[in-house]
């Protein structure tokens, strides 16, 4: 069966975080100690775990406002959400030349990746949403990789079946095991080599006619 679809994850497959506690701790005034980053890695686990609960604004203001105190209560001084905000800065990835070359074959990409609902915005931020067809975020889906639900919205966004998709993802327990159970064509992205792809830029190889 054709490939008629890209699906694609976001952070790490489109876009990369910058460290959180380098510029945590220049708004702070301190150095990115030992107890700084894992403060920061506590607070990024605990987001990670919840991130589809963000569902609209006032949910994730919510899911903002706990992460930001979390976060306070692991540093021992008070941290607000904006500044919180602040030190989380995305960027995308080298992946618009080969996100052009997909859609000009005629493949509808859309991400699918686990996120709150300001998906769309951290995409159009990092100057991506021009090059895709749709996004869904587990907080919009009401499920989250591994679970395959979050591929139904986006096989309607694409009008394809299943086996008519490749999802690329560089986690093999969320994006190889949701996509898989799916019946979505998995595609493991690793950049170091590791993986089946070690860029987008690769994709083509792996798309059937």
Same mark, same amino acid.
């Given at each position: 069966m054709a490939t008629r679809a890209v699906f694609c994850?976001?952070?790490?497959?489109?876009?990369?975080?910058?460290? &959180?506690?380098?510029? =945590?701790? /220049? !708004?702070?005034?301190? @150095? &990115?100690?030992?107890? =700084?980053? /894992? !403060?920061?890695?506590? @607070?990024?686990?605990?987001?990670?775990?919840? !991130?589809?609960?963000?569902t609209d604004e006032a949910a994730l203001a919510e899911l903002r406002a706990r992460c930001a105190a979390l976060l306070s209560r692991e540093l021992g001084r008070e941290v607000g959400v904006e500044t919180l905000l602040a030190s989380i800065r995305f960027r995308a990835y080298d992946v618009a030349p080969a996100l052009e070359r997909l859609r000009s074959d005629g493949l509808r990409l859309v991400c699918v990746s686990n996120w709150d609902v300001s998906l769309t915005d951290v995409l159009a931020r990092c100057g991506l949403d021009g090059l895709l067809d749709g996004v869904v975020s587990s907080a919009g889906a009401g499920a989250r990789k591994p679970d395959p639900a979050i591929f139904a919205p986006a096989l309607a966004l694409a009008g394809c079946a299943p086996a008519e998709a490749i999802h690329v993802g560089d986690t093999a327990a969320e994006d190889v095991a949701g996509a898989r159970a799916a019946g979505v064509v998995p595609l493991l992205l690793?950049?170091?080599?590791?993986?089946?792809?070690?860029?987008?830029?690769e994709i083509e190889e792996h798309l059937r006619p």
């Amino acid at each position: 069966m054709a490939t008629r679809a890209v699906f694609c994850d976001a952070l790490g497959t489109l876009v990369e975080l910058d460290p &959180p506690w380098t510029h =945590l701790a /220049a !708004a702070l005034g301190v @150095e &990115p100690d030992e107890r =700084l980053i /894992a !403060a920061v890695r506590a @607070e990024m686990s605990y987001y990670r775990a919840h !991130a589809q609960e963000g569902t609209d604004e006032a949910a994730l203001a919510e899911l903002r406002a706990r992460c930001a105190a979390l976060l306070s209560r692991e540093l021992g001084r008070e941290v607000g959400v904006e500044t919180l905000l602040a030190s989380i800065r995305f960027r995308a990835y080298d992946v618009a030349p080969a996100l052009e070359r997909l859609r000009s074959d005629g493949l509808r990409l859309v991400c699918v990746s686990n996120w709150d609902v300001s998906l769309t915005d951290v995409l159009a931020r990092c100057g991506l949403d021009g090059l895709l067809d749709g996004v869904v975020s587990s907080a919009g889906a009401g499920a989250r990789k591994p679970d395959p639900a979050i591929f139904a919205p986006a096989l309607a966004l694409a009008g394809c079946a299943p086996a008519e998709a490749i999802h690329v993802g560089d986690t093999a327990a969320e994006d190889v095991a949701g996509a898989r159970a799916a019946g979505v064509v998995p595609l493991l992205l690793d950049r170091s080599g590791g993986g089946e792809i070690a860029s987008l830029a690769e994709i083509e190889e792996h798309l059937r006619p």
